[in-house]
């Protein structure tokens, strides 16, 4: 489903009227806490049709937080600075074989509001899961992905560290970098993330929900 391809939640319409009144314009934003373990990360909102006091969350977001179907879940609409930097760290070396892995990323990107720090994120393409575990992000550890260009960097992925070193652009840079012993790099993708609605406006009153979540369908 569309849920799945990225990290925005189902609210209830009751959430948007909330939003509105407080002067929160899209696209939005959230912190997400369980609040049985206190893991959280941030997400944006796809739409607003769901039950009320119920959303409705990606599964692997569900499983990054420890959540069943269920759980209660806290809410906080909050503004996250643009991102600068990312660093991911795929899980799969089949990664490695795509062809044009700055378009695939530009296009699968804009199904996330925002990334944080320590988050693994599912990105489907081509009718395949490809994990990603978020390594970096500047300027802060949570950031928004949206109007922005951002540095994308990759350390090898988890299931073959020594292939990904093979795949590395020779270039002095890289060599000095790896005798320093410092991480291994790919070229640095610029992604440009261009999106349809404005910016998050900044606002005095920042909105807390509790929900119970709830898998989607």
């Known amino acids: 489903?569309?849920?799945?391809?990225?990290?925005?939640?189902?609210?209830?319409p009751s959430a948007l009227d909330e939003l509105l009144y407080?002067?929160?314009?899209?696209?939005?934003?959230?912190?997400?806490?369980?609040?049985s373990n206190g893991k959280f990360s941030h997400c944006g909102v796809l739409e607003f049709t769901a039950e009320e006091g119920k959303i409705f969350v990606p599964s692997w977001m569900m499983k990054n937080m420890q959540l069943e179907d269920g759980n209660l879940v806290?809410?906080?609409s909050?503004?996250?600075a643009k991102g600068t930097f990312l660093k991911l760290q795929p899980h799969t070396k089949d990664f490695l074989d795509l062809?044009?892995?700055?378009?695939?990323?530009?296009?699968?990107?804009?199904?996330?509001?925002?990334?944080?720090?320590?988050?693994?994120?599912?990105?489907?393409?081509?009718?395949?899961?490809?994990?990603?575990?978020?390594?970096?992000?500047?300027?802060?550890?949570?950031?928004?992905i949206i109007e922005t260009d951002c540095e994308v960097d990759f350390a090898p992925p988890l299931d073959s560290e020594e292939e990904f070193k093979k795949k590395l652009p020779s270039t002095s840079y890289d060599r000095k970098q790896q005798q320093q012993g410092c991480d291994y790099f790919f070229n640095l993708l610029t992604l440009t993330f261009s999106f349809l609605h404005e910016s998050v406006k900044f606002h005095d009153r920042l909105l807390t929900f509790d929900y119970v979540v709830h898998f989607s369908s």
């Open 1 to 12: 489903s569309n849920l799945e391809s990225g990290n925005k939640i189902i609210m209830p």
């Open 22 to 35: 407080a002067g929160v314009e899209y696209p939005m934003l959230f912190e997400i806490r369980n609040s």
């Open 74 to 76: 806290f809410l906080r």
């Open 78 to 80: 909050t503004t996250l």
């Open 99 to 144: 062809s044009n892995i700055k378009a695939m990323l530009e296009t699968t990107l804009r199904s996330f509001s925002c990334v944080t720090t320590g988050d693994t994120i599912m990105i489907p393409y081509n009718k395949k899961e490809y994990y990603f575990d978020v390594i970096e992000t500047k300027p802060s550890n949570a950031i928004s």
